[in-house]
C-alpha cells in the first residue's frame, strides 16, 4: 500500500488529495483516489489512464488484482 | 493482426454497445463487471456481452488494443467510454444515457436487448 502511494504521490506531485484504501483487507483490492490539476480538461478515461500510467507495474505484476479510481480535478 | 484480434475489434467497432465482462450477463462472475452491466441497464443500453474468461488471449488482445489494463471495458460505437467506475460515475450524472442517445438516436431504449457473442473460432 505504501509502495502504490508513492508512486501515486510521484507521478501526483500536486494531488490537493490523495489517498489509497486496501478495500478487502487483503492487500490487493484498492480504491484510489485523486485530485489533482493535471485532470483539468481531460475526459475520465484520460484520466484514469493517468492512474493506470502511475501504477503500471504493480498492475502488471499483479500486486493489484483490483484496482478503483476515483479523480476529481483540484 | 491475429483472427482473435479481428474479430475483438470488429465487436468494438460494430455493436453500438459493447461491454467486454468476467462471465455473461446470465452467469456474471465478477463484482466489477456486474457493477458496469448494471449501470448499463439503469440506463436502459442495449448490451452486447463478450464474456473474457474462456481463453487469457482475449484480454490480453483487448487491452493490446484498448490500451486500458482492466475489465470490464465498455465501448459504444467503437470509443472507450471506460470501466465500472467510469460507467457508474456517467450513468449517476446523467451522462451516460445523453451519450447513448447521442450515438444511438433518442429511441435507443426501444427494443431494447441484451446478448452475448463468442470471439473465439470455437465458442
Redesign the interface.
Known amino acids: 500500500m505504501e509502495q502504490l502511494e508513492s508512486l501515486m504521490r510521484e507521478a501526483f506531485p500536486d494531488a490537493a488529495e490523495l489517498s489509497v484504501v486496501d478495500r478487502t483487507g487483503t492487500g490487493d483490492h484498492f480504491h484510489v483516489t485523486v485530485a489533482s490539476g493535471r485532470f483539468e480538461g481531460l475526459s ?2 484520460e484520466q ?2 493517468l492512474v ?1 500510467d502511475a501504477l ?1 507495474e504493480p ?1 502488471r505484476d499483479g500486486t493489484i488484482h ?5 479523480t476529481r480535478g483540484a | 493482426m491475429s483472427e482473435l484480434s479481428e474479430t475483438i475489434k470488429d465487436v468494438i467497432e460494430n455493436e453500438p454497445v459493447a461491454l467486454f465482462m468476467k462471465g455473461t450477463p446470465e452467469l456474471v462472475m465478477c463484482g ?1 463487471s456486474d457493477r458496469a452491466l448494471q449501470a448499463l441497464r439503469r440506463a436502459g443500453a442495449p448490451v452486447t456481452a463478450v464474456d473474457i474468461l474462456p481463453d487469457p488471449a482475449i484480454r490480453a488482445e483487448l487491452s493490446s488494443l484498448s ?4 475489465i470490464p471495458q465498455v465501448f459504444v460505437h467503437g470509443e ?7 460507467v457508474e ?2 450513468e449517476a450524472s446523467g451522462e451516460l444515457e445523453a451519450k447513448l442517445e447521442e450515438s444511438l438516436g433518442p429511441g435507443y431504449r426501444e427494443g431494447r436487448a441484451e446478448r452475448t457473442v463468442g470471439v473465439l473460432l470455437s465458442q
Request: glycine share 12%; net charge negative.
Open positions: 475520465l478515461v484514469h489512464r493506470y503500471a498492475l483490483e484496482l478503483r479510481i476515483t | 466489477n490500451g486500458w489494463p482492466t472507450l467510454i471506460g470501466g465500472a467506475d467510469i460515475e456517467l
